[in-house]
């Protein structure tokens, strides 16, 4: 009896012990699925941001097992051709990453990419809105589109200018003298500046309306005040021989 009952004691045991690796199992592959699903909707919510705002241009989703990150964009000159190509690769997570740059510049090699940018909830310690930190591009949701404005901007000057020096000067030089020169910042400091700005006058004049209509409506019902309790001394005095005035009166008389 005392060896049965071991016996039966130790498949419990095993069968507790094997519910437990099968629950951390769920909970683990749960989680997983919840960090996958909130990286495809942040993928999709870029791809949507970039053709909202670049109508003309093809953003295209980079197809799983190939190389990495999420977006191309190929952008479109005025002749309808491709002049330059940005790779996206977008991060949801609570802290940064340095590894995350030589593993988009490897797959900007094998897109042929000529910019990569990493748009990240979480910004790398000292970066405010953008910075280039190793040849790559990395911007948080704030300065996201001006960035990608100032980009495609810069492809298609150089396209221009590569059509006027052919010959002269490869594509490849001339994007990266432009890039890493000081023009470049601080053209793209100037629209996020002018962005800021703008938004700052917003705040600041709904603030003001939202005050002077809440003074008005104050007066307003003070000055209705003083009016109701003037008639209504006046009709104390005179009776009923005070003309009624319908606004101050109930619905259906008395």
Do not use: H, N
Not at 148 to 166: D, F, H, P
Not at 175 to 201: C, S
Request: hydrophobic residues 40%; glycine residues 10%; proline residues 3%.
């Amino acid at each position: 009896a005392a060896e049965q009952y071991r016996l039966k004691a130790a498949e419990k045991d095993k069968l507790i012990a094997d519910m437990q690796r099968r629950v951390e199992d769920l909970q683990r592959k749960a989680e997983q699925g919840s960090q996958q699903l909130q990286g495809e909707v942040q993928e999709l919510d870029l791809e949507a941001m970039l053709r909202a705002r670049f109508p003309r241009d093809v953003i295209e989703p980079v197809p799983k097992g190939r190389f990495g990150g999420d977006a191309i964009q190929r952008v479109i000159g005025e002749r309808g051709e491709v002049i330059g190509t940005l790779i996206w690769e977008s991060k949801r997570t609570r802290q940064w990453s340095d590894g995350w740059l030589g593993k988009l510049r490897d797959d900007q090699r094998e897109a042929r990419a000529d910019a990569a940018v990493i748009l990240t909830s979480t910004l790398p310690k000292g970066v405010e809105s953008f910075e280039q930190i190793d040849g790559v591009w990395v911007t948080g949701y704030k300065a996201m589109l001006p960035l990608a404005v100032a980009l495609r901007q810069t492809l298609i000057e150089v396209a221009s200018a590569r059509r006027s020096v052919e010959g002269m000067q490869s594509k490849a030089e001339m994007l990266y003298e432009y890039m890493t020169g000081p023009r470049f910042k601080q053209r793209v400091g100037a629209v996020i500046e002018a962005f800021t700005i703008l938004q700052e006058d917003l705040d600041k004049e709904k603030k003001a309306l939202t005050k002077m209509w809440a003074k008005r409506q104050e007066q307003i019902d003070r000055v209705m005040q003083s009016t109701v309790g003037m008639y209504g001394d006046l009709q104390g005095i005179a009776g009923k021989s005070l003309p009624e005035i319908a606004g101050l009166e109930l619905p259906g008389g008395e």
